[in-house]
């Protein structure tokens, strides 16, 4: 591609409101604009972009056996209505009416419409399992639409949806789309950890791992060992549990009701008492599904209310108001405690760990001290219901410690069962001719979200740096001066010579002072740079990594191989 012929422009400043690196970056760079809150049109740039993500996820799909199909957007909403999902998707779905008021759904995801397609054409083991997929275009109106592509309310989305006639079925058919994941984000070049995450909203009855690229503006927090391989969402991270030495040593002793007159924080007790927060039970009374538990975790950690929530299998937790802490325990806000109390105790396993500690009395301005709750608690249930941190333990191996950080999602493998099948009735006849649901698993990733992510971890002061893989073109071709004849004689030859060879080139043959256009090379990112200048008449040019900052002043003929081998690599392995 001739750049004077390429509808690109470079900006200087990025928008105010374009918060992010990647989103500046990619304003700034030519590759989008923005229509409205959330939606983009990718110009050329962005789009060759875009098309390098989508084919190296359909080449994975299809490497793992999935079939490619296209559904439509445009979705009736009575298949909402038959998954129960019209009411419960909320305002995140576009809805629209027809001529005849009819109603409809711009697609978010396509779990209804699958199964009715497959409802329709599979009826019999034989035909099981499969693997179907999508490339398109989806619709969310999300609260708030921000970060450019990452999250937008037009997006581009890869869905697949497994289906298989038994569960060990699932396991492998999510195994195999596990892998393609793993082998999609690594040819993109992102830095990513899969993670265990947190199943319980979706309703899947199976595992699901997110895949996270690494990135300080992500909006989750992983928890990943230092060591092993365990990665898991900080809303469902374990961490091996401490048992902590008590400062205070009077195991013989009952527990002692003590006065504290409105002290009723953790940091109250601290000060007042002069022990650690470690010392103190914190105990919060939750309402669940409208029911009063309480939760006690060690004073120094706070409730994980997702393993709460899940635990309880209850349809909504939030922290009880005062009236509902007076009324379940007998006491105001901040004299709650497990010793004594007539309402669910949910203890967490280091609780029961503690020697001699202190926990509110249910009764206004009093606290007990020296309680064992392994010798003095009798009615609770033990869990893991405490939020893991960093420097925790690690659940699965023995010497590493977790590390937080935070992560963009990018994709989401998920076991769902049969909740669309059942609600939808695709089923089919077993060998013995029984009819049973189909066992189903989906499966997305965010195309374009791929696009911000892969900027926010490959970018320096002066603009992207592409991964080969992912670049627009892979050769930045840039004559010094087009009045040059020597030099321009070079620059078309070789892009020619390249071009023929298959290499995707772009070749800089405006009219610009050289400064403008090595900045603009820096800023649109592409990964090789080949500038052709004084010393095209000896038949050398300077070769350029982007990423590296390597410049060589080599002959025309080597700049040419190290290109035809830096393609070479590029190609995936198999
Ligand atoms: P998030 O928690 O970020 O809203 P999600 O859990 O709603 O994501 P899924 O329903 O699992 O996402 O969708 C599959 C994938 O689609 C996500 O992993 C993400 O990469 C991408 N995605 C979801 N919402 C958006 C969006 N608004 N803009 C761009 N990509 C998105
Ligand atoms: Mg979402």
Redesign the pocket.
């Known amino acids: 591609m001739r750049q004077s012929r390429l509808l690109l422009n470079t900006l200087r400043e990025a928008p105010a409101d374009a918060e992010v690196i990647s989103h500046r970056l990619m304003l700034r760079a030519g590759y989008i604009r923005q229509l409205a809150a959330g939606i983009y049109t990718y110009l050329p740039l962005g789009r060759r972009v875009l098309r390098k993500a989508e084919q190296i996820v359909r080449e994975e799909m299809d490497r793992a056996g999935a079939l490619e199909m296209l559904m439509p957007v445009l979705q009736p909403a009575e298949l909402w209505k038959e998954s129960g999902r019209y009411s419960v998707y909320g305002p995140e779905l576009m809805r629209l009416n027809d001529r005849h008021d009819r109603e409809f759904a711009l697609g978010p995801?396509h779990e209804e419409v699958i199964t009715s397609v497959v409802k329709g054409e599979i009826n019999s083991y034989r035909k099981l399992p499969v693997t179907l997929y999508q490339i398109q275009t989806k619709f969310?109106d999300?609260r708030r639409p921000r970060f450019g592509?990452?999250?937008?309310?037009e997006?581009l989305?890869k869905d697949a949806y497994s289906f298989d006639t038994d569960w060990e079925g699932l396991d492998e058919s999510y195994r195999k789309m596990y892998q393609a994941y793993n082998r999609i984000l690594t040819r993109c070049e992102i830095n990513f950890r899969a993670v265990e995450a947190d199943a319980g909203a979706i309703g899947g009855e199976g595992g699901t791992h997110e895949f996270m690229a690494l990135a300080d503006i992500g909006?989750d927090t992983i928890a990943a060992c230092t060591l092993c391989e365990y990665a898991a969402n900080l809303e469902q991270a374990e961490s091996k549990a401490v048992r902590m030495e008590s400062t205070e040593r009077s195991p013989e002793e009952k527990p002692v009701k003590f006065h504290t007159p409105d002290i009723r924080t953790i940091s109250q007790l601290v000060q007042f008492l002069g022990v650690r927060p470690s010392d103190i039970m914190k105990t919060i009374v939750y309402a669940a599904d409208k029911t009063a538990v309480a939760v006690v975790v060690r004073g120094d950690r706070e409730v994980n209310e997702i393993k709460v929530q899940n635990f309880l299998r209850a349809q909504d937790l939030s922290i009880a108001d005062a009236a509902a802490v007076e009324k379940a325990v007998g006491a105001p806000v901040g004299f709650a405690g497990p010793f004594g109390l007539n309402i669910p105790v949910l203890l967490d396993e280091e609780v029961l760990g503690m020697a001699n500690g202190i926990a509110g009395a249910n009764e206004a301005d009093y606290h007990y001290r020296n309680l064992n709750p392994s010798r003095d608690l009798t009615n609770y249930e033990i869990g893991d219901f405490r939020q893991a941190a960093e420097g925790d333990g690690c659940p699965r191996c023995a010497e590493g410690v977790l590390k937080l950080s935070r992560g963009i999602?990018?994709?989401?493998v998920f076991k769902l069962g049969t909740k669309y099948s059942d609600k939808l009735g695709a089923s089919f006849l077993d060998a013995a001719g029984k009819s049973g649901s189909i066992i189903m698993g989906c499966y997305?990733?965010?195309v374009?979200?791929i696009l911000s992510a892969v900027i926010e971890q490959n970018h320096d002061a002066n603009g992207i740096i592409w991964p080969f893989a992912l670049a627009p073109y892979q050769v930045h071709l840039i004559p010094v001066s087009v009045k040059d004849d020597a030099q321009m004689r070079m620059a078309n030859d070789m892009y020619r010579h390249l071009q023929e060879k298959g290499i995707e080139v772009l070749m800089d043959d405006r009219d610009e002072r050289p400064g403008v256009k090595f900045k603009d090379s820096d800023l649109i990112g592409i990964p090789l740079r080949v500038v052709i200048g004084k010393d095209a008449v000896q038949g050398r040019v300077e070769f350029a990594e982007r990423k590296s900052g390597l410049k060589e002043i080599i002959t025309v003929e080597a700049a040419c191989e190290r290109i035809f081998k830096r393609a070479r690599l590029a190609k995936p392995a198999d």
């Open positions: 995801t969310r999300e592509l990452l999250r937008g309310r997006f989305m909006e999602e990018v994709g989401h997305g990733i965010g374009s979200r």
